[in-house]
């Protein structure tokens, strides 16, 4: 039988909490290792469905949690993740493409790898911060660093690390920031983009 309740008293570094059942009844003790699906970490008052069962302290236990409208979000998600991943693909096989031709300076790639690798190490560092409760790295910082041209970086660290996938506002940010970047490195195709480019490379090597 499986029961829905709202988690309490969960402490994340520690990664434990308590269920107390919609309608009442006995709370249960709650692991971060009882979820079946570990698409996000658990928070305060989050709704989840699970089974009883007792531990080896004997404690009344939730066992195969899952939070309450998780499989529609995660189907959604699962999309989301699938266009993510082919579009960045596409733009780094298009990059490259466009530097091979000469329509770009190798530059551009050395940009966007040191850029993204940035962001990689940023988004790491943030994450391990915020298991440990230490002094976090600005949203603003992280999307900086997308902006300029490490997206693909920050975007596999949301992948991969599982940090910043599910906050909507920093989502909505980061795609705008990620569209911005894309339409200044189309302008980069231009006849006026090329030219300022190329005045650009021309001004550092100087």
């Known amino acids: 039988m499986r029961y829905q309740g709202k988690i309490i008293h969960w402490k994340d570094n520690q990664g434990f909490g308590f269920v107390i059942p919609n309608g009442g009844g006995e709370k249960a003790f709650v ?14 008052g989050d709704l989840i469905t699970y089974a009883l069962a007792t531990d080896e302290k004997h404690r009344l236990s939730a066992q195969n949690i ?6 529609t979000t995660d189907n959604a998600i699962k999309k989301t993740k699938s266009f993510d991943t082919i579009f ?10 466009l530097v091979l031709t000469g329509r770009l300076p190798f530059t551009i790639i050395g940009l966007y790898l040191i850029v993204s690798t940035i962001a990689f190490v940023a988004y790491a560092i943030d994450k391990a911060a ?6 976090r790295t600005q949203e603003i910082t992280l999307h900086l660093f997308a902006l300029v041209g490490g997206w693909p970086g920050a975007l596999l660290a949301q992948k991969t690390l599982r940090h910043k996938s599910k906050k909507v ?30 005045a650009t490379l021309s001004f550092y090597n100087s």
């Open 31 to 44: 692991h971060i290792k009882a979820f079946s699906n570990h698409s996000h970490r658990p928070n305060e």
């Open 66 to 71: 899952r939070f309450v409208g998780e499989r």
């Open 88 to 97: 960045t693909c596409l733009f780094c096989l298009f990059l490259t493409l």
């Open 130 to 135: 915020a298991q440990k409760n230490r002094w």
């Open 169 to 198: 506002e920093f989502q909505a940010i980061f795609t705008a920031t990620v569209a911005i970047n894309c339409l200044a490195f189309g302008w980069l195709l231009t006849t006026d983009g090329a030219s300022f480019l190329n």
